[in-house]
């Protein structure tokens, strides 16, 4: 069993704050036998943009993480204190001074094992002001239990198919998703078919109100023929709070071995479409970035 804690909660006002709030909750998931813990959608900054952030846009600026800097090292010192494996969301920097909305998975040891950088930035809005990220990568994740192929898609991802098919191709069993919007019955939809479709789990941690509507969700991407399954795991109301899914490993590789999603019986000569960039109407969007 893979145990996951959706860590539903407000951030703070500052970096330091926000590291404090996850701490709390960290140590309280790792005290319930917990695997692995998600943070929602760029947690040092409270998914605040510059002009929204309390203490103003530079300092917003300054809040941003460098991989392996002072503030993210935190985040490494208490995952392996507290033996639990952190996906930590956040507003990335990097030396040529372009900013990402991205996701480090931090092992139970502490280690970085993959850094995801969000590829579908909502170029309609703020996130305009990150670079996309150029790939879906998937890492081994080791338990106490056993190894599990992780991926990584945040918020938006969700939105093309092609994001969870790709994690999929690349091996991962299980997608964290941090998140940051309004979820409304379609969106939640989302998740159960990216997991149906490619025969994964999917774990995703949303903020609550006041910020937004909490609706913190995991899907076992399974289906039992002749039975009324139902493969949502758990689903959190609008309230701040942590809701664990658990997700039976052996089962779904069993259930990966024998049924007829996933890369079972596709036929990719023939989607050639799907990689040309030519754009037609009622599609073509000024500000999109391809």
């Not at 159960?192 to 909490?214: C, D, H, I, W």
Request: proline content about 4%.
């Amino acid at each position: 069993m893979l145990k996951i804690a959706l860590l539903q909660i407000n951030a703070g006002k500052t970096v330091s704050e926000n590291f404090e709030i996850a701490k709390i909750n960290i140590e309280n998931a790792a005290q319930n036998a917990t695997d692995v813990v998600i943070l929602p959608e760029l947690w040092n900054v409270g998914y605040d943009s510059p002009d929204e952030y309390s203490l103003g846009k530079d300092e917003w600026e300054k809040s941003a993480f460098f991989i392996g800097d002072t503030e993210f090292s935190k985040y490494q010192e208490i995952a392996k204190h507290f033996e639990v494996a952190v996906l930590l969301p956040f507003l990335e920097k990097d030396n040529k001074g372009n900013f990402y909305n991205s996701a480090s998975l931090i092992d139970y040891k502490g280690n970085i094992i993959l850094n995801y950088q969000k590829v579908h930035t909502v170029d309609k809005a703020w996130e305009i002001l990150f670079k996309s990220g150029e790939n879906f990568p998937v890492a081994e994740l080791k338990t106490k239990n056993g190894p599990v192929k992780i991926g990584c898609m945040i918020c938006y991802d969700r939105e093309f198919p092609e994001t969870a098919r790709i994690l999929m191709l690349n091996g991962a069993e299980i997608i964290l998703v941090p998140n940051a919007c309004v979820l409304e019955n379609n969106r939640i939809a989302q998740f159960q078919s990216r997991g149906f479709e490619n025969m994964l789990g999917v774990a995703m941690t949303n903020y609550p109100k006041p910020k937004l509507n909490g609706k913190s969700c995991a899907f076992d991407g399974m289906r039992v023929k002749g039975e009324d399954y139902d493969p949502l795991l758990v689903v959190a109301d609008d309230e701040e709070g942590v809701w664990y899914a658990s997700f039976d490993i052996d089962k779904l590789r069993k259930y990966r071995e024998k049924e007829i999603w996933g890369d079972a019986y596709r036929k990719p000569r023939l989607y050639k479409k799907l990689t040309e960039d030519n754009v037609l109407q009622p599609f073509v969007r000024k500000d999109a970035r391809r």
